[in-house]
């Protein structure tokens, strides 16, 4: 039993909607990696990891190594993955990009952290995995590679080709399938790190990407066990809200130990639910079209009573008072 991981929904959609524009039923493959009771469409929302690293295993039986490396073909594609990556194309240069994504690393996936390095004309980026190696691992790590040469290019205007790729297993992949035709990349297998290197010129070249005027708030990291989970509910459709056995399992821990991590946290399972069913009856009572009956049911509240008590334990109104002052 390792550390709990999560990943941003939207490292998976782009694989999915490819697959069903492919006419691929991809329910099967989502059941097995225990998916198919996630809002998918929601790319801020987040995944717990392994099981994203399953459904990986299962395209790659089902498609084949192509399909994994050919989930997002064109660089305009990569904006729609997270608002976390508009945000770090939309530095001023590939410099700040790349200080940005270390400064914000874990926020994409909560197992990484990222790492810039210059030494003299080379610069290194790296993506450092603290999870066990995995084929799935291994899979989302060719997937992040091909996603930094296609964010670096659209955001300088530039073809991106590294000088040297760091793989962090044994098998080398079809570069040609990653790289610009007619490159001259160096690869180098079992490394430490997943890293890109390249002339450090390039980090002044200016970010070329559309800007996105909704973007005002920065990322926040998910770096606790408490956030982890309140961003899993977050993903959760509002008909499975998953019980602490199932959030465990997820968790590959077991009840007593997530009990205990959440204690050193301050907080509770029970606790984290109640918080994440208030900000969510906010969240429908700002909805004219929701009953308060309605709010009540989809949050799995026994009866109006409870679900108006606890209401007012945490707002110090009724929902119906709340709805009345909007």
């Not at 190594?65 to 240069?93: G, N």
């Not at 205990?260 to 399972?269: C, I, P, Q, V």
């Not at 049911?297 to 606890?310: H, K, M, T």
Request: glycine fraction near 4%; aromatic fraction near 10%; hydrophobic fraction near 40%.
């Amino acid at each position: 039993m390792g550390q709990f991981h999560i990943i941003q929904t939207g490292f998976l959609t782009p694989t999915l909607a490819r697959m069903q524009k492919e006419g691929v039923n991809t329910d099967l493959i989502l059941k097995k990696g225990g998916l198919n009771q996630f809002k998918l469409d929601k790319e801020e929302g987040y995944l717990p990891l392994n099981s994203v690293y399953t459904v990986f295993e299962e395209i790659y039986k089902k498609e084949g190594p192509a399909a994994t490396l050919d989930i997002v073909t064109a660089p305009a594609e990569v904006l729609e993955i997270s608002d976390f990556v508009k945000f770090m194309l939309t530095q001023p240069d590939l410099l700040s990009a790349c200080q940005f994504a270390s400064k914000y690393d874990q926020i994409m996936i909560s197992n990484e952290k990222i790492e810039l390095e210059i030494w003299g004309n080379r610069a290194k980026f790296s993506f450092i995995w603290t999870d066990q190696p995995s084929q799935g691992r291994v899979l989302l790590e060719l997937y992040s590679f091909k996603l930094v040469v296609l964010a670096c290019t659209l955001a300088t205007g530039n073809i991106f080709t590294p000088t040297e790729v760091h793989l962090t297993h044994n098998t080398e992949p079809d570069l040609d399938r990653l790289l610009p035709a007619g490159h001259n990349t160096k690869i180098y297998l079992n490394q430490p790190a997943f890293a890109v290197v390249f002339p450090s010129l390039w980090l002044t070249y200016p970010m070329k990407a559309p800007k996105d005027p909704d973007l005002s708030i920065e990322p926040e990291r998910p770096d606790s066990l408490t956030k982890k989970i309140s961003a899993l509910f977050d993903t959760y459709g509002l008909s499975v809200l998953p019980g602490i056995h199932q959030v465990a399992t997820v968790a590959d821990i077991s009840t007593r130990t997530l009990q205990r991590r959440l204690m050193n946290e301050g907080t509770s399972f029970y606790e984290i639910v109640e918080r994440w069913r208030i900000k969510t009856a906010i969240e429908m009572l700002h909805d004219p079209k929701i009953t308060i009956k309605e709010v009540c049911e989809q949050l799995r509240y026994a009866n109006l009573s409870n679900f108006n008590r606890a209401f007012h334990r945490w707002v110090h109104t009724s929902p119906m008072k709340y709805r009345e002052k909007l």
